[in-house]
């Protein structure tokens, strides 16, 4: 009975001492981080994303680029405007945003240095679109819009298209049908709308996003018919123009290179050092992203900050990538102007403050 007694003293005190254990690391992951935060502070590409999961950035304003891109397609379609000769434009002055927000949920604040010089109003070219001038079918004009995948950025370079493209119509006394296509992100979907679009003889295709202007542009060879792009980085060398300044084909557009230099350089500022550990997350996939991630890399080198890259596959590659570079103890990340990331960009803010 007594030896009974003992054993069962014995059972009871490991049981107590394996719950305190337990107790006690509760809410704590492997890193020792409470309740899985990591609390990075994250500069991002554009501003749309930056808004969701970032503190602070130069961003360029994507409703603007489609705005220009607009303008574009009716100097074509109302003046014959000869798209070969028309070169590449780009966002005149990305504007200096903070998000303290975010900046507040991750336990980060941001210098006065950098809150003072952020622009305090709407960079948002005002347009009031008229919505008389895009008819559902008939118009003078077609236009397809192939859009690679729906995300708030490629959202308002579609709207900021469509919004003045209807003014200039309007002005000019003449409609447009409008054949607005999203490829939900697939490749082979963008290939088909492509060759839809050229099959319905539209007057002028506009793209949003690399993958969506190289199928447009495989697609009109033969035909010739205008391709405008918008959110494309390097349109040279995703092989759309000859030269920014004179495409040479049927395609030009809008790029949103953002200034990848001042938003590396950003970093420094909001962490008050130059001596830095900065994490290049992007997607290994987007040749846009590839490109700015080389930027961001030649930045570094050349001001002598250390830096880790992680390149993901999909969205379901986030959060391991997120954890990888969080273990090489980097004290931020910059993520460029992607596809996949900014579709992520909530999940890129839950990993971060541990939701």
């Known amino acids: ?22 107790f006690a690391s509760c809410g704590k992951t492997d890193d020792g981080k409470a309740g899985g935060a990591y609390n990075i502070p994250i500069v991002c590409g554009e501003t749309g994303m930056n808004d969701v999961c970032g503190v602070a950035t130069y961003g ?6 489609g705005v220009a891109a607009g303008d574009m397609a009716a100097d074509i379609l109302l003046n014959g405007a000869d798209v070969s000769a ?10 200096l945003s903070v998000n303290t927000k975010v900046a507040g949920e991750i336990g980060f604040t941001i210098p006065e240095a950098v809150s003072s010089n952020a622009s305090t109003g709407d960079t948002t070219i005002a347009v009031t679109p008229v919505a008389e001038a895009i008819v559902a079918e008939g118009g003078d004009f077609t236009v397809g819009i192939l859009q690679l995948v729906q995300h708030v950025a490629l959202d308002q370079s579609n709207k900021g298209f469509q919004d003045q493209l209807s003014v200039r119509m309007s002005e000019a006394g003449k409609t447009v049908t409008i054949l607005d296509q999203n490829a939900a ?15 319905q003889d539209v007057d002028l295709i506009y793209t949003i996003a690399t993958s969506a202007a190289q199928s447009a542009a495989a697609a009109t060879e033969e035909s010739g018919t205008p391709v405008l792009f918008c959110a494309v980085t390097d349109p040279v060398s995703a092989g759309l123009v000859e ?6 084909g049927n395609v030009s557009g809008v790029s949103d290179i953002n200034p990848v230099a001042d938003q590396i350089d950003l970093i420094a500022e909001l962490l008050g050092k130059d001596d830095i550990k900065i994490g290049l997350l992007y997607t290994s996939s987007e040749t846009n992203s590839v490109f700015q991630i080389g930027l961001a890399k030649a930045e570094c080198d050349a001001k002598g900050y250390t830096y880790v890259d992680k390149g993901i596959g999909d969205i379901n590659d986030i959060e391991s990538a997120f954890i990888a570079l969080a273990a090489e103890g980097v004290d ?8 996949v990331l900014a579709n992520g960009a909530a999940n890129v803010h839950s990993i971060n403050i541990g939701g």
């Open 1 to 22: 009975m007594k030896n009974s007694r003992k054993v069962l003293s014995l059972i009871l005190a490991a049981l107590m001492l394996v719950s305190t254990f337990a």
């Open 60 to 65: 360029v304003n994507y409703y603007n680029l």
């Open 86 to 95: 028309m070169p590449v434009q780009l966002d005149p002055a990305p504007a």
């Open 185 to 199: 992100g697939d490749q082979s979907n963008c290939v088909t709308i492509s060759e839809s679009f050229v099959g």
């Open 243 to 248: 030269s920014m300044e004179v495409p040479g």
């Open 332 to 339: 931020a990340i910059y993520i460029p102007t992607d596809n």
